[in-house]
T-cell receptor, first 115, second 113 residues
Framework: DQQVKQNSPSLSVQEGRISILNCDYTNSMFDYFLWYKKYPAEGPTFLISISSIKDKNEDGRFTVFLNKSAKHLSLHIVPSQPGDSAVYFCAASQISSGSARQLTFGSGTQLTVLP | ETGVTQSPTHLIKTRGQQVTLRCSSQSGHNTVSWYQQALGQGPQFIFQYYREEENGRGNFPPRFSGLQFPNYSSELNVNALELDDSALYLC????????????FGQGTRLTVV
């Protein structure tokens, strides 16, 4: 039972254009959402996050949108650059057993930005 | 300020053996979580340690166990290794009161043969 889904395993975009990565979730208990970027042979790097009480958060070229009614979030990268080529993971956060705050990840989307 | 570091980076073990993976958390981070990432999948939560106690666990059997030390570093131990335990094991640390954002190490690639 996948609680966080990234249905596009890959996405190719021209340099300078917008990249839109999508993510769907099913668990209403998630109260925080994050995007991580991962290069080969490295751990995931935190990119941007959004609280469930907001619908948009912007940080430079990166904007995350949250649609709670649709249980959908997206990451927009504008303009896309070749260095943005990586695997992008959507993650959702909740308080789990005990008092731990755990992340539930999607399966990732490989973004390739073409020069 | 050093980031999250994990050792070793790669490891090959035989089925049935035991393994210990190590993690040094980022300076000042008192919460450490461990994740397993199988090939082609996202990381899966194993457990979390706070103040040297396990305070949350994912859907992993008891042969996955851990420790956290007073300096906040941590170990992940896996007993009776199975072939399906082959994966990238990631350690993540977070700031007190800011554990919504976890910072990851580069991972340990474990191969069970």
């Amino acid at each position: 039972d996948q609680q966080v889904k990234q249905n596009s395993p890959s996405l190719s975009v021209q340099e300078g254009r917008i990249s839109i990565l999508n993510c769907d979730y099913t668990n209403s208990m998630f109260d925080y959402f994050l995007w991580y970027k991962k290069y080969p042979a490295e751990g995931p790097t935190f990119l941007i996050s959004i609280s469930s009480i907001k619908d948009k958060n912007e940080d430079g070229r990166f904007t995350v949108f949250l649609n709670k009614s649709a249980k959908h979030l997206s990451l927009h990268i504008v303009p896309s650059q070749p260095g943005d080529s990586a695997v992008y993971f959507c993650a959702a956060s909740q308080i789990s057993s005990g008092s731990a705050r755990q992340l539930t990840f999607g399966s990732g989307t490989q973004l390739t930005v073409l020069p | 300020e050093t980031g999250v570091t994990q050792s070793p980076t790669h490891l090959i073990k035989t089925r049935g053996q035991q393994v210990t993976l190590r993690c040094s958390s980022q300076s000042g981070h008192n919460t450490v979580s461990w994740y397993q990432q199988a090939l082609g999948q996202g990381p899966q939560f194993i457990f979390q340690y706070y103040r040297e106690e396990e305070n949350g666990r994912g859907n992993f059997p008891p042969r996955f166990s851990g420790l956290q030390f007073p300096n906040y570093s941590s170990e992940l131990n896996v007993n009776a290794l199975e072939l399906d335990d082959s994966a990238l094991y990631l350690c993540a640390s977070s700031l007190p009161g800011r554990n919504t954002e976890a910072f990851f190490g580069q991972g340990t690639r474990l191969t069970v043969v």
